[in-house]
Each structure stands twice: as C-alpha cells, then as structure tokens.
C-alpha cells in the first residue's frame, strides 16, 4: 500500500548558475494527494516539469511506480535514460499546465482521441469511446465537435483535463491548473479535479496558490522554499500550525494579500 509512485533521492537541478532543486528528497505513495505550495521560483513547477521529462536533472535519482525515470538499466549497471524508456515513462503520468495547450486546429474530440490512437494505439472507434466518457465526467459532450477558440478557458482547462485521463496515466499531475483562468471560472475547473480525487484512485501532485482547495483536496502538504521542502505534513498541520517560521510568514504574506485584494 505504500509504494511510493513517486520517489526522488538527492535531486539537483540547475538552470546556470542557479540552483532551482537543492539535494531534493520527496516522496509520494501510491493513491496520495499532495500539494506543493511555496513562493514563486522555490522549484514546484520544476518538480513537475522533470517527471513529465520536460527538464533534465543534473544529479540524483527518480523512480516511478518503481522504475528509474531519467536512467535505464543495462544489465546491473543504471545509465541515462534512452528515448524509448522516457517515451515508456511518460505513459504512467498525465500532466493538467497552466496554459491549456490544446491544438487549436482539432476538434475537442480530436485533442482527446489523438493521443491514445498514435500513442497508445487504440482503435479510433475505442479512443471516442473513452474520450465521451471524460468529456462527461468534465461535464463537456454536448461541446465535443467545437474547437478550443469557442470554449472559455474554464471549459479548454476542463478538455485539458479529460485530455491527459484519456491517457489512463496512474499519476496525475496539475502546475497551477487556475492561474490562467479569469477568477470566475476558476470554481469550475476546482470541481472536476475535486471530484477526480474522490472518485478516481489516482496517485495526484498537485501545485497550486488555491490555498483553501489545497486545504481540502490534499492529503499532505508540501512548503518549498529554495529549491527544498521547509516543512510537510497535513492540511490541518500546515494551515492551523506551521512549525518553521518561514512557512508562518509564507501563509501570512499570503492571507495578507487575499484580504488586501
């Protein structure tokens, strides 16, 4: 039962010469929620970013579902990781980015079937299959034929999300997922990955500044600040008392700003 899916040791990352992951050690079980918060540039979205292989790592190891992500094994000896492998990791993981990232040019329909058809190759009449039974779990069939400029960016997040589901990854992972959305659409895309949560025994690593959706959706919550977690425990633990007088400023700079706006 407590397996980590996700399992990094020692992990360094540079973008020249600034350090964005300090020796991080993080672990996630499998079928656990976890938020990362923390200020901007403290190396969340990097997080996400390498174990979708977006970014290299510099040093250190990651497994996922038990399998080395960025290194291979040939016989006993672990190397860097081929196309091949990373193209097979990739499959355990969907990710949900800030910007939708949908093809402007295909139907709702078409974002969602062309991966499962050319990637995992599923037969198309199977692949619309399971992208009707996303659309409606996002609550979007009656829009599957429309493409993403006649959607608002609530309901493109939303194709998003059934997108990366079609996929049937077993790690779901969101990088603010509302930040680009006008506040009043923000509600929307909240209750789907909400009710994903609770209905779908995904493993979820979720960054996000919706400190009071954090608050319910998570079972643990991650503070990073420079490049390492500061502090980690459950919503109540973190919100109600935060041991580290950095994670005390945070959330207080943080509420501050709420009531100022």
């Keep these: 039962m407590n397996t980590p899916m996700i399992k990094m040791e020692k992990v360094v990352k540079r973008f020249g010469d600034a350090l964005v992951l300090d ?4 672990e996630v079980t499998r079928g656990e929620k976890v938020t990362i918060i923390g200020p901007s540039g403290s190396g969340k979205s990097t997080v996400l970013r390498i ?16 399998k080395p992500l960025w290194h291979e094994y040939k016989g006993d000896q672990l190397v860097p990781a081929s196309e091949a492998h990373l193209r097979m990791m990739r499959k355990e993981m969907g990710m949900v980015f800030q910007q939708f990232n949908l093809f402007p040019h295909m139907t709702v329909l078409r974002n969602i ?12 009449r199977k692949a619309r ?10 609550g979007l069939t009656e829009h599957a034929e429309k493409f993403p400029s006649q959607l608002s960016g609530g309901q493109q997040q939303r194709v998003a999300i059934a997108r990366a589901l079609a996929m049937r990854p077993n790690i779901m992972l969101f990088d603010e997922p509302t930040s680009a959305l006008d506040p009043e659409l923000v509600g929307e895309v909240l209750s789907v990955i909400q009710r994903l949560s609770e209905e779908h025994d995904l493993t979820m690593l979720l960054v996000t500044h919706e400190m009071q959706f954090a608050k319910q959706i998570s079972d643990r919550i991650c503070f990073f600040d420079k490049g390492n977690i500061v502090e980690q425990g459950t919503p109540e633990q973190i919100f109600n008392a935060p041991q580290e007088e950095r ?5 207080k700079g943080f509420m501050d700003a709420q009531q100022a706006g």
């Design 247 to 251: 994670t005390r400023e945070f959330l």
């Design 129 to 138: 299959e399971r992208a009707y039974e996303y659309l409606e779990l996002v």
């Design 51 to 66: 174990l979708m292989t977006l970014e290299h790592i510099d040093e250190g190891l990651i497994t996922v579902a038990g």
């Design 23 to 26: 020796s991080l050690d993080f």
């Design 113 to 124: 079937t062309e991966s499962p058809i050319h990637v995992l190759g599923l037969p198309k």
